[in-house]
């Protein structure tokens, strides 16, 4: 792992806001944001953003859940950059990857969008690629991204996305940042 991961001060969670996109493979960025969240209290101190912070005690990281749509991410993480004065390198973006197999996830550093719309409003916004991402493999079928990452997470699939969840946070959150 990464010691610069230490260096995290903001966790951002991809997705759409709205009912209509909660249990899709578009919102894994967010929902597992809101898992390791549990039990804190959100804010939103900007109508682009939500943010729920650790206890004052422990104030190292702040998440952060858009309250745009996904393609317009990148507004809502430049108004927390400069909300609390960080640099693209302290920002870690949760999202859905439709390059990775379902089950898998990978920590990147200073890599293009691949595609992604969200990631590339981020970019375009920071002007930089230069920031983390956790992304979280959605791919379970053969065609274009597009044509499912909308789409309902099934059963069994939103079991193998708890499961990933539960390493991540055992395996990168809670060793990096803890407590959660």
């Not at 900007?46 to 507004?75: C, D, W």
């Not at 004065?85 to 999202?95: A, M």
Request: proline share 3%; aromatic share 8%; net charge positive.
């Amino acid at each position: 792992m990464d010691s610069k991961l230490k260096d995290i001060r903001l966790i951002v969670g991809l997705g759409n806001p709205g009912s209509r996109y909660a249990n899709t493979y578009h919102n894994v960025g967010e929902t597992f944001v809101r898992i390791i969240t549990k039990g804190l209290e959100w804010e939103n101190p900007h109508q682009l953003l939500e943010i729920a912070n650790l206890p004052r005690s422990l104030n190292k990281v702040r998440y952060l859940i858009p309250a745009t749509f996904m393609n317009s991410s990148g507004e809502a993480v430049g108004v927390a950059i400069k909300r609390y004065k960080l640099s693209p390198q302290e920002i870690l973006i949760v999202h859905d990857d439709s390059d990775l197999k379902l089950g898998s996830y990978k920590i990147s550093l200073g890599r293009g969008s691949g595609g992604h719309n969200g990631v590339q409003s981020v970019i375009n916004v920071l002007k930089t690629k230069d920031f983390y991402r956790l992304r979280i493999g959605v791919r379970t079928k053969i065609g274009k991204a597009s044509d499912f990452v909308l789409s309902r997470i099934s059963k069994e699939e939103k079991q193998t996305l708890e499961k990933v969840y539960e390493e991540i946070k055992e395996t990168i959150i809670e060793k990096e940042w803890v407590p959660v």
